[in-house]
């Protein structure tokens, strides 16, 4: 695991398709502490809010870990905010319900795609940006690398395209820090389909080779991106998955 804690500002590796050079939005803020700000206890500390996001493919543990990362929040005083995508708000639930669902129509790659970009800017308008401007942090059950890794390196589509429509949703608004809970494929599968009592979604009736291909990228997304993705060992048991994620927060 590389030992650097996740830091704001990260160097650009031109080889990687889904670096850019991402142009600030007029009078946007750059990086969460410029955002927003609250003050904590009586003196006069400032406590801004951190955007946390939790990458990983099926059943690596995501859920179980942002539970477990804002209670250790709330144990130290912060407010932290549980949210997930495809979905996170009334209305991008019912987004995450439409791509998500087993129907007869087909659902091609960039109808997808286009769908968790829809939903994604619904999250971020209504809940995401207020959350860390009122300095709340936010812990994320997947972001823009779910549809880098998932539509891109798992269907193949244009990363290039895939950055156009983050820098039109979501600016650059970027995660403080992303936690990619890696696991062998057949351990998370094995592990999602264990626990869910319901019929299999349409990722969830992919077969192997996909999501092969989705753990390779978010590997690769880790290996460019060395300051913002930590990534955890999630294969091994609760607790020391635990121990993982509470060292990335510490450093935070
Ligand atoms: N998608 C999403 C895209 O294709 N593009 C996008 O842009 C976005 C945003 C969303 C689907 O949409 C796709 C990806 C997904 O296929 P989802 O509900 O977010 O679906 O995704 P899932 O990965 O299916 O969520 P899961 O709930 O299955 O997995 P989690 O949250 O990673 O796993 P969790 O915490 O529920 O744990 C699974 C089981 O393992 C146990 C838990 O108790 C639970 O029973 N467990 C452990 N057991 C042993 N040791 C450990 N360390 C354990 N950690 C957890």
Redesign the pocket.
């Known amino acids: 695991m590389p030992s650097e804690p996740c830091v704001r500002s990260e160097p650009r590796v031109a080889s990687e398709p889904w670096v850019r050079s991402e142009p600030r939005l007029a009078g946007e803020p750059r990086v969460a502490s410029e955002r927003g700000a609250s003050v904590s206890g009586a003196g006069n500390s400032v406590s801004p809010g951190r955007f946390i996001t939790l990458e990983?493919?099926?059943?690596?543990?995501?859920?179980?870990?942002a539970q477990l990362a804002v209670g250790w929040l709330a144990a130290r005083g912060i407010t932290a905010r549980v949210t997930?995508?495809?979905g996170g708000t009334p209305l991008a639930e019912r987004v995450r319900k439409i791509v998500?669902e087993r129907g007869p129509e087909a659902v091609s790659p960039q109808a997808?795609t286009l769908l968790?970009f829809a939903a994604r800017s619904i999250h971020v308008e209504n809940l995401i940006r207020p959350a860390l401007a009122r300095g709340e942090w936010v812990i994320c059950?997947?972001?823009?690398d779910?549809?880098r890794a998932?539509?891109g390196y798992g269907r193949g589509l244009d990363p290039a395209w895939i950055e156009q429509l983050a820098l039109a949703v979501h600016g650059d608004l970027q995660p403080d820090c992303t936690l990619l809970?890696d696991l062998p494929v057949a351990l998370g599968l094995s592990?999602?389909r264990?626990?869910?009592g319901t019929a299999a979604?349409r990722?969830?009736a992919e077969v192997e080779e996909f999501f092969e291909r989705v753990r390779t990228g978010y590997l690769l997304i880790a290996q460019h991106n060395p300051q913002r993705v930590r990534v955890i060992d999630?294969s091994?048991?609760?607790p020391d998955?635990t121990e993982q994620v509470t060292r990335v927060l510490e450093s935070l």
């Open positions: 990983g493919i099926e059943g690596a543990g995501k859920s179980t870990v997930r995508e495809p998500l997808e968790m059950d997947r972001f823009t779910a549809t998932y539509q809970l592990r999602a264990g626990r869910s979604d990722f969830e999630a091994r048991t609760l998955v």
